[in-house]
């Protein structure tokens, strides 16, 4: 029988985005990576980390917490501003849409990967992966020295 729902399920060529999941007073956070088309290494200048900020603070509708800019994608984490949330994915697009307006080309691949958090322990771990990246990529010899990160909104997770 699982051969059978296995093969009647469509091959897929892009990420399953499900709709967040409220659960009483508990925190939503999302853990999101968005990446450059062709995997370009053009995000990791001031410039561009200064137009990605600005573009999160104009898109008011989700909160950004913490983020690492990486040359050829970001990893950041999000949580909804207004309730009911404003949709994720229009959200995304208003932001991709204005830095891209900087830059010659098409910037951005067209899908995300985005992943709801289920407990703060995971925000912890998500995070310390995250914040290590620029090191593992031999960009930095210690995380706090990638230029490229930050936190712009304190997101607490609440259960």
């Avoid at 968005?34 to 990605?52: D, F, G, S, W, Y």
């Avoid at 999160?56 to 040359?71: D, L, N, S």
């Avoid at 990893?75 to 307006?101: I, M, Q």
């Amino acid at each position: 029988m699982q051969d059978f729902i296995m093969e009647s399920l469509p091959d897929r060529k892009r990420p399953a985005h499900w709709a967040g999941l409220e659960n009483g007073n508990q925190s939503v956070l999302y853990f999101v990576t968005v990446c450059t088309k062709h995997r370009q290494p053009v995000l990791a200048t001031e410039a561009m980390h200064e137009c990605i900020v600005s573009a999160w603070k104009t898109a008011e509708f989700w909160k950004v917490g913490r983020y690492v800019i990486m040359p050829d994608h970001i990893h950041l984490f999000c949580s909804p501003a207004t309730y009911p949330p404003h949709p994720f994915r229009r959200w995304v697009g208003f932001w991709k849409n204005t830095v891209a307006r900087n830059f010659d080309g098409t910037l951005w691949q067209r899908d995300i990967w985005d992943t709801q958090l289920r407990k703060g322990d995971s925000y912890t771990e998500k995070w310390q992966y995250v914040v290590n990246n620029p090191v593992r990529a031999s960009l930095a010899s210690k995380s706090n020295d990638w230029p490229y990160q930050g936190e712009i909104e304190p997101l607490w997770w609440h259960d």
